[in-house]
């Protein structure tokens, strides 16, 4: 009986203490939250509250972060996700009903250079995948790009064919200059055009790309495809040109060029793709003579860094490097035993390129932890597995270590750790007394890029060198784009030369918005549509304002 009474008593005390839990972590708060889509996690096994699921993009959060207040907060999570709101949920709808040809056309309403972002794009669109949060794993929406890219190329580009894009609005006969032929100013040019604009595109080099070109790997990306890509997008109406080896220059750098050409010296190029001697156009002729000057000139200066003993010795710079390599100079000496500052995928690049060339051994150090490296895991495996590169992190390198006839013997760093959060959201990088050498004989330096534009006249550069422009937006993880006009009021800008290195798809999103900018101040009136099949796919409201956000400032 004694037995029974201690069991009934026992019994009732679990119920009262399990009472007290649920009233604990079900009543009252807090309650596990999941910040979607960003939070992928589960709340753990035991959890015995409610789970509340915080939407990422609510209209507060968007109030708060962005001027933009009318941005489509019903768009699909995978179109929001993107800069460039490419209709990610559209094109893969239509490739998974084997209709490819169907399925590049939306594609390109957005993002014209399929084949590129196929390869190269950082997918931002996966990250707020809705699929990765109920299963862990998105939809491979980037891969699903590079498939039909890739059939788009075999069907056209390999035959020298072409591809035919619609011209959307009336001939304005506005002529408008664009500056660089990367991304951004590819993508602006091309819209633009599309607007029913005449463009002329203006480039230092002899290829188009930008950085595309002359900073990713050869193994990456087949450059000569990308080239026919990015011209096609210039000259598929005759309103658009491209003159190639032309350096564009200030008034105070007029004495320093030989030959310098004017703006009607251009009226005598008849061709649409017109590869000239190098020579130089001064800027304020472009200003003088165009409706519109379009700076889409990119963050092209290598960042230094700051080692003991680095003015002893002869420091690669990783994008000069792989320009090098990829233009066919190939002038830089490598060692066996290469040591990489700097994870990025500029970082990975130059050392996957050194590994298959050059060097015995190659090892990239960074600051962050391997899992904040900002490249996609696959890069990072593909490095470790295919080429056997070895990643060393949250190190930081303070030393080069020389002998006594000045050559590289080792790279001196020192353990790191993560502090606290700071108010930008970045975790604060503690440096610990662990040092150690790691040997080698050559280095490069993958440490991001500054901004530098000499032409640029000074009343419309920052104080970090960047294209002072109005407007902004915020992409899904947080990082902030610039685009639109400067306080000039013809000239505007795109891409990094208004916020600084950033993945390629933000500079062509950026190039997008400052098209619509400049058709808006051209004719004062709202862009059109490019596509039928988006506003029948996202419905006519949030078409309208996708398109209309370019102007809503």
Not at 215 to 225: M, P, Y
Not at 392 to 398: A, E, G, K, L, N
Not at 444 to 462: C, H, N, Y
Request: proline share 5%; net charge positive; glycine share 6%.
């Amino acid at each position: 009986m004694l037995g029974s009474l201690n069991f009934l008593a026992d019994s009732l005390r679990r119920l009262i203490e399990g009472l007290n839990i649920t009233y604990k972590y079900f009543l009252k708060e807090p309650i596990y939250t999941i910040n979607y889509p960003l939070t992928t996690r589960e709340p753990f096994a035991r959890w015995r509250g409610k789970v509340r699921v915080r939407a990422f993009n609510t209209k507060e959060t968007i109030y708060q972060r962005t001027n933009y207040l009318n941005f489509s907060f019903s768009l699909p999570p995978c179109v929001r996700g993107c800069p460039a709101n490419v209709d990610a949920r559209g094109y893969v709808m239509l490739a998974g009903e084997n209709n490819f040809t169907k399925s590049l056309a939306e594609e390109i309403v957005n993002n014209p250079i399929a084949f590129c972002f196929g390869n190269l794009c950082t997918a931002p669109c996966e990250t707020t995948c809705s699929r990765g949060v109920q299963d862990h794993k998105p939809i491979a929406i980037r891969l699903i790009k590079k498939a039909i890219s890739e059939y788009n190329i075999i069907n056209h580009y390999r035959n020298n064919q072409t591809i035919k894009y619609t011209v959307v609005s009336e001939f304005t006969n506005k002529r408008i200059a664009v500056i660089g032929a990367g991304p951004a100013g590819i993508a602006c040019a091309h819209r633009l055009l599309r607007f029913g604009h005449k463009v002329d595109v203006f480039e230092k080099y002899n290829f188009c790309g930008g950085y595309l070109y002359s900073g990713v790997a050869f193994f990456r990306l087949d450059k000569d495809l990308m080239n026919k890509e990015y011209e096609n997008l210039i000259t598929f109406t005759e309103n658009g040109r491209i003159f190639y080896n032309v350096t564009i220059i200030s008034e105070e750098q007029k004495d320093k060029y030989q030959k310098v050409i004017s703006f009607s010296d251009l009226q005598n190029y008849k061709e649409q793709i017109n590869h000239l001697e190098p020579c130089t156009i001064l800027f304020k002729e472009l200003e003088e003579n165009y409706d519109a000057v379009v700076i889409a000139a990119g963050a092209t200066k290598p960042r230094k860094l700051n080692l003991k003993n680095a003015e002893k010795v002869n420091l690669i710079q990783a994008e000069w490097f792989l320009e090098d390599w990829n233009l066919g100079i190939r002038s830089y000496k490598i060692g066996s035993n290469v040591v990489v500052i700097g994870g990025g995928g500029t970082g990975i690049d130059a050392a996957r390129t050194c590994k298959k060339v050059f060097a015995d051994k190659v090892t990239i150090v960074d600051i962050l932890a391997r899992e904040d490296i900002p490249v996609s895991e696959e890069e990072k495996v593909e490095a470790e597995e295919d080429d056997g590169i070895e990643f060393i992190c949250q190190v930081m390198p303070f030393e080069v270590v020389i002998d006594e006839n000045n050559n590289i013997k080792g790279l001196k760093v020192a353990r790191c750790a993560y502090g606290p959060f700071l108010p930008n959201g970045r975790r604060k990088i503690i440096r610990t007394s662990e040092e150690f050498v790691i040997p080698c004989d050559t280095i490069i330096l993958a440490v991001s890029r500054d901004i530098e534009i000499p032409f640029a006249p000074k009343d419309i550069v920052g104080s970090r060198g960047e294209i002072i422009v109005d407007g902004y937006d915020v992409m899904a993880n947080g990082f902030v784009y610039r685009f639109g006009q400067t306080p000039r009021s013809k000239v505007f800008a795109a891409g990094e030369a208004c916020y600084g290195p950033q993945p390629a798809i933000v500079a062509l999103a950026s190039g997008n918005r400052t098209a619509e900018k400049v058709h808006y101040y051209l004719t004062n009136s709202t862009p059109p549509i490019l596509s039928n099949d988006f506003l029948r796919i996202l419905g006519p409201l949030n078409a309208h304002k996708v398109y209309r956000k370019a102007i809503a400032v």
